[in-house]
């Protein structure tokens, strides 16, 4: 799923880019990442704590719990008012673990040149 998903939004980052290079005659195109090495086993819950913050003279914990599911995750952004010991907001976002050199290679078949 999700080759398919990085390689549609190469095609439509490749469009812009395209059009960019037809109105202005170049483009830098920047597109930040993280260095994955392998991706632990599906299944795998990692949490990353915050630790606690304070906000309108509330104590707030906060942390980020990613739950694995081979070459994907999601992450769920946790605030916990302290006070209360309950739940204020839970935020879910997903990403793909896909390491930098199969990006290249992903980008270079849909047209990309001197990818670096």
């Known amino acids: 799923m999700y080759r398919a998903l990085i390689f549609s939004l190469l095609v439509f980052?490749?469009?812009?880019?395209?059009?960019?290079?037809?109105?202005f005659?170049?483009?830098?195109f920047y597109w930040p990442m993280?260095?994955?090495?392998t991706p632990p086993p599906p299944g795998t819950m990692e949490e990353h704590?915050?630790?606690r913050r304070m906000w309108a003279g509330r104590s707030y914990d906060v942390k980020q719990i990613w739950s694995w599911?081979?070459?994907?995750?999601?992450?769920t952004f946790v605030i916990t008012d302290v006070d209360?010991?309950?739940?204020?907001?839970?935020?879910?976002?997903?990403y793909c673990a896909i390491p930098?050199?199969?990006v290249t290679e992903l980008m270079i078949?849909?047209?990309?040149t001197d990818v670096r």
Do not use: M
């Open 109 to 112: 078949d849909v047209g990309f």
């Open 34 to 37: 993280r260095n994955y090495s």
């Open 100 to 102: 930098p050199n199969r």
């Open 13 to 23: 980052s490749a469009g812009i880019v395209s059009t960019l290079l037809h109105e």
């Open 25 to 28: 005659g170049h483009c830098l």
């Open 84 to 94: 209360q010991d309950a739940p204020v907001a839970h935020v879910i976002t997903w």
């Open 69 to 75: 599911y081979g070459n994907e995750y999601d992450i």
């Open 49 to 51: 704590p915050y630790g």
